[in-house]
Nanobody, 123 residues
Framework: QVQLVESGGGLVQAGGSLRLSCAASGLTFSSYTVAWFRQAPGKEREFVAARSWFGGIANYADSVKGRFTISRDNAKNIEYLQMMRLKPEDTAVYYC????????????????WGQGTQVTVSS
């Protein structure tokens, strides 16, 4: 049984940093594309970042490029999302997701999802 568990969310002031973690059981991240999505109240879920299993290629949404970094610890089977210079508009529930395919920015392409972790950025 596949399980993804996010952690690391919380309340932070604008300009601050957080690191989210996504721990997996039942699958090995090194063989999957792992992505982060987020969903703010009243808005659709949106792509944030993803890292491919093939070649470690990473892709970022324009809104987070240069501020967020996705990385992976294969030994621990954990995917990270380092978030810096956070803005109030980054406030959302953040989800990690895994796919056996290449990077997609559409959530329907991902088979496995975590339960989400809340990130709140105060102004």
């Amino acid at each position: 049984q596949v399980q993804l568990v996010e952690s690391g969310g919380g309340l932070v002031q604008a300009g601050g940093s957080l690191r989210l973690s996504c721990a997996a059981s039942g699958l090995t991240f090194s063989s999957y594309t792992v992505a982060w999505f987020r969903q703010a109240p009243g808005k659709e879920r949106e792509f944030v970042a993803a890292r491919s299993w093939f070649g470690g290629i990473a892709n970022y949404a324009d809104s987070v490029k240069g501020r967020f970094t996705i990385s992976r610890d294969n030994a621990k089977n954990i995917e990270y999302l380092q978030m810096m210079r956070l803005k109030p508009e980054d406030t959302a529930v953040y989800y990690c997701a895994a796919s056996s395919e290449k990077i997609h920015v559409t959530s329907t392409n991902y088979n496995y999802w975590g339960q989400g972790t809340q990130v709140t950025v105060s102004s």
